[in-house]
Structure formats: C-alpha cells, structure tokens
C-alpha cells in the first residue's frame, strides 16, 4: 500500500521538525521525503498542495522582437509552466511554431497486459476504472491502469518556402496528431490558405512510467 502521509491534514512540515505522526511506527515502513520548492517559512501560508508541478501547453506566440515571425499564421508557442506552491506561474518558452499538441494515454483496463487509449478524467475513472464507485481512489486507479503516455507535437520546421507543398495524399486525413484528424480545410481555416508552402514536423515522445506502482 502507498498513500500520503499526514499530520492531521497537514502534508507537510519542516525537515528539522518531523511531527511524531509522520515518522515510520516500524522497521516495515518505508518514507519518501520530498523536498518542495518555495515552501514558506511562515507557518500561516500553508504549502498548496504535495508536489512541484510544471504545466506544458501552448500559449500566444512568442514575440521575436522588431523582425516579422517566421511562424505561420495561428501557430503558438510550447510553454513549460513552473506552479510555486504560492500560486504564482513561472512561463519559459520551449519551441515556437507549434500547431498542435495532443496527450494520449494507454490504459490496462483489464490487467492483461493489452494497452488501449483511455481517458484519465475523473468521470471516466469512476465509470470505467471504477466501475464500483471506488470514491477517493482516483489516484490509485491512475498508478494501476496507466501504463503509457504519449505526446503529439505537431509543429513548423525553417519558415515559409512558396517552393515547397506539404504533400497530402487524402484530404479528410491530411495530417494526423495522436487521435486528432487534421483535414485541410480545418488546416487551411486555422492556418491560412497557404499552410502547404510550410515544412510540418510531428513530435512523438512515448513515456512509460515505472515510479507509479
């Protein structure tokens, strides 16, 4: 069994000052401690919440000074988020020219090792997962059931080339990012009737996690 350790519902504390109610009872017991970023000192501002977390997702373009953006036409930018646990967000740009991105997960929904692309929110958990209810157990269903993410970048290589046309051989499936269908007229609305004339890259990035057993 794995679950969060508490002072009352406090989850945590001063690594000087472990509260009694947080140390092992018993040689069998193992703790992870970890270390959380800007956690105050004032014992008033509580952390937020266990973890560091970082948000990925696409925001306005980044700006490339007084120079016209090489970027086609309703292209974003790929922010990496930092979240203090004060509540404040840290946005640093990490590619620029980003058309699409998409987030699959493979779930082992019956424990037979066959993986299927499943949904994570909580309704389907409770639906699917869950079928018996299972309250409050939504993360111990993810540590069960998810066993591969995959990340779809969909995003613009070098500038515009009117030499150049990005071939596509059905246009009810021009491009494909994970499970989303791109066809070109979806393409052409959302970036400009001359998205051809642009060399479109597709990221793939596939992590199975091994730390949420």
């Known amino acids: ?16 000052d472990i509260p009694r109610a947080m140390q092992p009872t018993s040689w069998e017991e193992r703790f992870l401690v970890y ?10 501002d509580k952390v937020s919440f266990p973890f560091n977390r970082a948000d990925y997702y696409l925001g306005a373009p980044r700006k490339s000074g007084k120079d016209p953006s090489p970027c086609a036409l309703g292209t974003a930018s790929l922010y990496r988020g930092l979240v203090s646990q004060k509540g404040n967000l840290k946005a640093m740009p990490i590619l620029d020219c980003v058309a699409d991105l998409q987030v699959l997960f493979l779930l082992d929904t ?19 997962l869950m079928p018996d209810g299972g309250a409050g157990r939504e993360a111990q269903a993810i540590r069960k059931h998810v066993k591969e993410v995959r990340v779809f970048i969909l995003a613009q ?17 021009a491009i494909v990012v994970g499970d989303r269908v791109w066809q070109e007229s ?28």
Not at 35 to 44: M, Q, T, Y
């Open 1 to 16: 069994m794995r679950e969060l350790v508490t002072n009352g519902s406090a989850f945590s504390c001063s690594i000087d």
């Open 35 to 44: 270390g959380v970023a800007d956690a105050p000192n004032n014992s008033d």
């Open 110 to 128: 019956s424990s037979d090792g066959a993986l299927v692309p499943g949904d994570i929110s909580l309704k389907a958990l409770q639906s699917e």
């Open 157 to 173: 290589q070098g500038k515009r080339d009117a030499s150049y046309s990005y071939p596509v051989d059905r246009p009810e499936r």
């Open 186 to 213: 979806e393409l052409a609305a959302n970036f400009g009737s001359d998205w051809r004339r642009y060399h479109w890259k597709l990221y793939t990035i596939a992590v199975q996690p091994k730390n949420l057993e």
